[in-house]
T-cell receptor, first 115, second 111 residues
Framework: DAGITQSPRHKVTETGTPVTLRCHQT?????MYWYRQDPGHGLRLIHY???????DKGEVSDGYSVSRSKTEDFLLTLESATSSQTSVYFC??????????????FGPGTRLTVT | AQSVTQLGSHVSVSEGALVLLRCNYS??????LFWYVQYPNQGLQLLLK??????LVKGINGFEAEFKKSETSFHLTKPSAHMSDAAEYFC?????????FGAGTILRVKS
């Protein structure tokens, strides 16, 4: 299995509070991604990173920010959590974003509940 | 732009029966296609992928998929279902950059 860990694995928080989720990899892959998974929607890309301090928005980026200060860590922050952000969040990594090596490897997920 | 449609959010088969999970894609460039499997409370695991070359792709756990350009399809099959195949399956397409996932198909295997 690819060396990807996510923390915390479960979190319950209240509306309006800030939340940070961490993704850590030991594969030295350049590209890292944050997705959210909701029933009927599959996985939707929130943000991604193509290098240290290089990030870009995905299709559902509103209400989320990210940071990547080291190759191995990619943080996802909900500045002010809302109930619509209750979801399961997955981190993924890949060697490239195109070509034959763009398969992604996924972490175990973080289940976030906003009450 | 790329998109994926998975036909059937739930599929139920008997143990030993053929598994067929349908995936149609849209892509403006030659696609790379993937099937992932997700077991309960776990992350996604790559089953198989098509990049170029042979259109019939074999994956793990006895699964295979065939790329049909004329039908823009990449259906996943397994000749004989096992109880351990019960999971959610995601088809995904990639062009030059990000993966786009379908909504997923939950496979139920009846004993």
């Amino acid at each position: 299995d690819a060396g990807i860990t996510q923390s915390p694995r479960h979190k319950v928080t209240e509306t309006g509070t800030p939340v940070t989720l961490r993704c850590h990899q030991t594969e030295n892959h350049r590209y890292m991604y944050w997705y959210r998974q909701d029933p009927g929607h599959g996985l939707r890309l929130i943000h991604y990173s193509y290098g240290v301090k290089d990030t870009d928005k995905g299709e559902v980026s509103d209400g989320y920010s990210v940071s990547r200060s080291k190759t191995e860590d990619f943080l996802l922050t909900l500045e002010s959590a809302t109930s619509s952000q209750t979801s399961v969040y997955f981190c993924a990594i890949s060697e490239s974003m195109g070509g034959t090596t763009n398969e992604q490897y996924f972490g175990p997920g973080t289940r976030l509940t906003v009450t | 732009a790329q998109s994926v449609t998975q036909l059937g959010s739930h599929v139920s088969v008997s143990e030993g029966a053929l598994v067929l999970l349908r995936c149609n894609y849209s892509s403006s460039v030659p696609p790379y296609l993937f099937w992932y499997v997700q077991y309960p409370n776990q992350g996604l695991q790559l089953l198989l992928k098509y990049t170029t070359g042979a259109t019939l792709v074999k994956g793990i756990n006895g699964f295979e998929a065939e790329f049909k350009k004329s039908e823009t399809s990449f259906h996943l099959t397994k000749p004989s279902a096992h109880m351990s195949d019960a999971a959610e399956y995601f088809c995904a397409v990639s062009g030059r950059n990000k993966l786009v996932f379908g909504a997923g198909t939950i496979l139920r295997v009846k004993s």
